[in-house]
């Protein structure tokens, strides 16, 4: 099992950029697909973005396309978040997961239920 730890949370005025990353202990992420998801007060847990293992793809939320861009580093075993433009709408607690392996949610990124692996997360505040 993998342990993720997300950093670089905090609080942010609108229209700035901030960057998250997350951390993983345990095992290498190197086959492994990673997302991050985010929950804001009153809402549901929502899709952000994704990563292929190889990072040769990415996923992005309608919401944030054009803003965030996840990326990662396998030789340091970390998965990124950079957010630009940030809106008020971004503020929420932000969680790193990595993808279920096998064949069942193969090609599959935009849902929760294909993630086994959680970090606790990172807080993002929009100040505007």
């Known amino acids: 099992q993998v342990q993720l730890a997300e950093s670089g949370g905090g609080l942010v005025q609108a229209g700035a950029s901030v960057r998250l990353s997350c951390a993983a202990s345990g095992r290498t992420l190197s086959s492994t697909a990673m997302g991050w998801f985010r929950h804001a007060p009153g809402k549901e847990r929502e899709f952000v973005a994704g990563?292929?293992?190889?990072?040769?793809?990415?996923y992005y939320a309608d919401s944030v396309k054009g803003r965030f861009t996840i990326s990662r580093d396998n030789a340091k075993n970390t998965v990124s978040l950079q957010m630009n433009s940030l809106k008020s709408e971004d503020a929420a607690i932000y969680y790193c997961a990595a993808h279920k392996r096998g064949p069942y949610c193969s090609g599959t990124y935009y849902t929760s239920e294909c993630y086994d692996s959680w970090g606790l997360g990172t807080q993002v505040t929009v100040s505007s």
């Open positions: 990563i292929t293992w190889n990072g040769v793809s990415t």
